[in-house]
């Protein structure tokens, strides 16, 4: 089955620099990469994914960027805020009705 | 919509009892997920059912847990006897997979802890 390691587990940045969270999978046939953000104490929510017809998606501060060669995607996240403070958990799948598999998760912490 | 509804969303309980948590999906989601997330483990899939059918429960941890989805508005997760390295957060989770979009929507979990 998929395999999913994510880097670091947990990240400190100051306010307004930037962050970059790294996740590889080991299932070739993965098409589909979404990232989800879990504040404290509240569900995890999908906040971006990105399929592998493209290699960088971006939506405002948020971007994600693929390498199907290397099997490896990355979240950056820009001007980083304390809000942006957070559990951040990558997943991939082959799409469609395949249930995708979850990173282990990192914790970014912003500092004001 | 409301979104994933989870019940209760917290509970405390004694070493040995049976402890029942509850979810409804998102009206018309065909997949719903049952998670279960730690610290030391991170969120892991429990199992999960496609139009009601349990499909996979491999990563249900032993024989104590047990999940039920009798009609596409309800599912169980039931622990019987619960012991304390059940304590975790148990997230349900809807999708409509396969179709518009492989979103997961979670809902707010429920917080276990078993004493």
């Known amino acids: 089955g998929e395999n999913v390691e994510q880097h670091p587990s947990t990240l400190s940045v100051q306010e307004g620099d930037s962050a970059v969270i790294k996740c590889t999978y080991s299932d070739s046939a993965s098409n589909y990469f979404p990232w989800y953000k879990q504040e404290l104490g509240k569900r995890p929510q999908l906040i971006i994914d990105i399929r592998s017809n493209v290699g960088e998606k971006k939506d405002q501060r948020i971007a994600v960027t693929l390498n199907k060669t290397a099997k490896h995607f990355s979240l950056h996240i820009t001007e980083t805020q304390p809000e942006d403070s957070a559990v951040y958990f990558c997943a991939a799948s082959k799409g469609g009705s395949y249930i995708p598999t979850f990173g282990r998760g990192t914790s970014l912490i912003v500092h004001p | 919509d409301a979104g994933v509804i989870q019940s209760p969303r917290h509970e405390v309980t004694e070493m040995g009892q049976e402890v029942t948590l509850r979810c409804k999906p998102i009206?018309?989601?065909?997949?719903l997920f049952w998670y279960r997330q730690t610290m030391m483990r991170g969120l892991e899939l429990l199992i999960y059912?496609?139009?009601?059918?349990?499909?996979?429960d491999s990563g249900m941890p032993e024989d104590r847990f047990s999940a039920k989805m009798p009609n596409a508005s309800f599912s169980n997760l039931k622990i019987q006897p619960s012991e304390p390295r059940d304590s975790a957060v148990y997230f349900c989770?809807?999708?409509?997979?396969?179709?518009?979009?492989?979103?997961?929507?979670f809902g707010p979990g429920t917080r276990l802890l078993v004493l």
């Open positions: 059912f496609n139009n009601n059918v349990p499909i996979d």
């Open positions: 009206s018309g989601h065909d997949y």
């Open positions: 989770a809807s999708s409509p997979l396969g179709l518009a979009t492989e979103t997961q929507y």
